[in-house]
Each structure stands twice: as C-alpha cells, then as structure tokens.
C-alpha cells in the first residue's frame, strides 16, 4: 500500500493530464462494490455538507486495500483522479477526483464508478431511508 499520501512513489507526474500506471495490485468487484454502495453509500459529489468531505486519498486505500491502479490530473476540474480496477471483472472500475480543500490539503470531490453492480442490500437501503 502507498506509503506516501498521494500515491507519487510510482514516478507518477502528479501533474500530468495523461493516465499513468501506479500499482500492478488490483482489487476484486465485491470490495468496489462495498466501497461504492457500502461505505460511500452511493454519494458521488462530496460538498461541505457530507461528513465524507474529507476523505484523502490514503482514506481510500485503507479502505480498499491496495493502490490505484492508475493516474491521471484532470486540468478541466484541477482535480486528481485514481482508478481501482477489479481483477476478476474485467471492465469494473471505480475512479475518484480529489481536490484541494481551503487548508491546502487533497480531499474526495467526486467518484465514479463503471460496470459496479448495485446490490440488492443498496436497494432496501434506499426504500427504507
């Protein structure tokens, strides 16, 4: 796991627009699935009203268990963006946008997630709130 809190001990160009490789580790689909729908609850804009607002990118890999499997700085949002692949699901993967708070520090701004099934504990979840 990183031992730094930005993931740049993988010579990554934490200013580059290009998607870079970090780690060769991947995860699985269930503990996307779980951050996405489990831990993160399905929030995809994190605002100052969330109590998830800040989350850093080690927060991540704590939770996820590994480093990203990729890089890239999006200039558009001055954001950036780590994307955990799945190894046993071949196009599962879960991206998330940190960006700078007013104390200078990378928090979560926005996640993403592509071909992560929502499961059925999400659904109850969601009628019973």
């Not at 993160?40 to 939770?63: C, I, P, Q, R, W």
């Not at 998330?96 to 997630?113: C, I, L, Q, S």
Request: hydrophobic residues 35%; aromatic residues 16%; contains cysteine.
């Amino acid at each position: 796991m990183s031992k730094t809190k930005d993931g740049s001990e993988y010579g990554i160009d934490l200013n580059s627009c290009l998607i870079q490789k970090m780690s060769e580790e991947l995860t699985t689909h269930d503990v996307l699935q779980e951050t996405v729908y489990g831990w993160l609850k399905g929030t995809t804009m994190f605002f100052s009203a969330t109590d998830m607002k800040n989350l850093t990118y080690g927060d991540f890999v704590e939770h996820i268990g590994c480093d990203a499997s990729e890089f890239y700085f999006d200039a558009n949002y001055e954001s950036r963006v780590y994307i955990w692949n799945a190894s046993d699901r071949q196009y599962a993967r879960f991206m998330a946008h940190f960006r700078k708070n007013p104390e200078d520090k990378w928090v979560v701004y926005a996640t993403g997630a592509s071909q992560i099934t929502m499961p059925d504990s999400y659904l109850e979840y969601l009628k019973n709130r």
